[in-house]
């Protein structure tokens, strides 16, 4: 069965950093891209990160290029989202899922849920 494992999240200050990880088991790991994707209280979940299979191409949306970087290591079943400059905008709770590409864009109903998320908070 499917199963992917959010951690990593946590509270902290404009400015500051956060890594989240992604576990997953199930399934064969470089047989997916990966996307990290986020939902804050109320609103849609918006997709943020994005690698291949083989971890040669990334993608992020525009609200974190520059503050974020997805990495991955297929051998540890593991994907990580370095987030830094956060700020209180990126608060949300973050999810990873499987995907056949890395699309230039998701719905947000194309967004799947697999595991419980992880909190971010950014606040002063």
């Known amino acids: 069965q499917l199963q992917v494992v959010e951690s990593g999240g946590g509270s902290v200050q404009p400015g500051g950093s956060l890594r989240l990880s992604c576990a997953v088991s199930?399934?064969?790991?470089?047989?997916?891209?990966i996307v990290w994707f986020r939902q804050a209280p109320g609103r849609e979940r918006n997709w943020v990160s994005c690698i291949s299979k083989d971890g040669d191409n990334t993608r992020n949306a525009d609200s974190v290029k520059g503050r974020f970087t997805i990495s991955r290591d297929n051998a540890k079943n593991m994907v990580y989202l370095q987030m830094d400059s956060l700020n209180p905008e990126d608060t949300a709770v973050y999810y990873c899922?499987?995907?056949?590409?890395?699309?230039?864009?998701?719905?947000?109903?194309?967004?799947?849920?697999y595991g419980q998320g992880t909190q971010v908070t950014v606040s002063s």
């Open positions: 199930g399934f064969t790991l470089d047989e997916y891209a």
């Open positions: 899922a499987p995907e056949f590409l890395c699309y230039s864009d998701w719905a947000s109903d194309a967004l799947e849920t």
